[in-house]
């Protein structure tokens, strides 16, 4: 079974400051990977996706991921985070053969200036 | 705006009471999925549906009811719910129901008294 584990529930990070959120992964199959992020009163928005080729995934709003199999894990970076990149952060996988998404547990980035 | 629209954005309702949730997509998809989102909880996939068929029941009460009748178009209708259904739903689509992104829509905000 697919599983998503976001082991930081809560990152505060001051303003222009980097940011990484960790993800892991366990699945015993090929996997795509996916962030996305839910602002306040929102719902989830797409930030960036892994499915093959390159491991380093750039996404919208200056983040970037990577793949790392061996580790199996999509950890979330920003070489210099904004106010208003307060949010909830969700990593999700589906796996080879299903089209469900299976979310971690969220990581709430707190950007404080 | 991410081509996903959800109405009511906040419902309050008793639990006698029969209400519907909507969703529709602009996309051109042809999935569409109810999720429901509590606090302290990860995203719980609810229903799927895949050209109007319902392809997916996640073990969810029947006292939620979904309702597919074109691709553009998903209700979830609620009755007899309980304080615990209280909770953020959110709907998603996609091009079809293979791993392709999801993009949600803003989400309803039910609370159960």
């Known amino acids: 079974a697919q599983s998503v584990t976001q082991l930081d529930s809560q990152v505060p990070v001051f303003e222009e400051a980097p940011v990484e959120l960790r993800c892991n992964y366990s699945?015993?199959?090929?996997?795509?990977l996916f962030w996305y992020v839910q602002y306040p009163n929102q719902g989830l928005q797409l930030l960036l996706k892994?499915?093959?080729?390159?491991?380093l995934v750039k996404g919208i709003n200056g983040f970037e991921a990577e793949f790392n199999k061996s580790q199996t894990s999509f950890h979330l970076r920003k070489p210099s985070v904004h106010i208003s990149d307060t949010a909830e952060y969700f990593c999700a996988v589906s796996g080879d053969s299903s089209y469900k998404l299976i979310f971690g547990s969220g990581t709430r980035l707190l950007v404080r200036p | 705006e991410t081509g996903v629209t959800q109405t009511p954005r906040h419902l309050v309702m008793g639990m006698t009471n029969k209400k519907s949730l909507k969703c529709e997509q602009h996309?051109?998809?042809?999935?569409m999925y109810w999720y429901k989102q509590s606090a302290k909880k990860p995203l719980e996939l609810m229903f799927v549906y895949n050209f109007k068929e319902q392809t997916e029941n996640n073990s969810v009460p029947s006292r939620f009811s979904p309702e597919c009748p074109n691709s553009s178009h998903l209700f979830l209708h609620l009755h007899t719910l309980q304080p615990e259904d209280s909770a953020l739903y959110l709907c998603?689509?996609?091009?079809?129901?293979?791993?392709?992104?999801?993009?949600f829509g803003p989400g309803t905000r039910l609370t159960v008294l």
């Open positions: 998603a689509s996609s091009r079809d129901n293979s791993r392709d992104s999801q993009f």
């Open positions: 892994y499915l093959s080729g390159s491991t």
């Open positions: 699945s015993s199959v090929s996997v795509y």
């Open positions: 996309l051109g998809h042809n999935a």
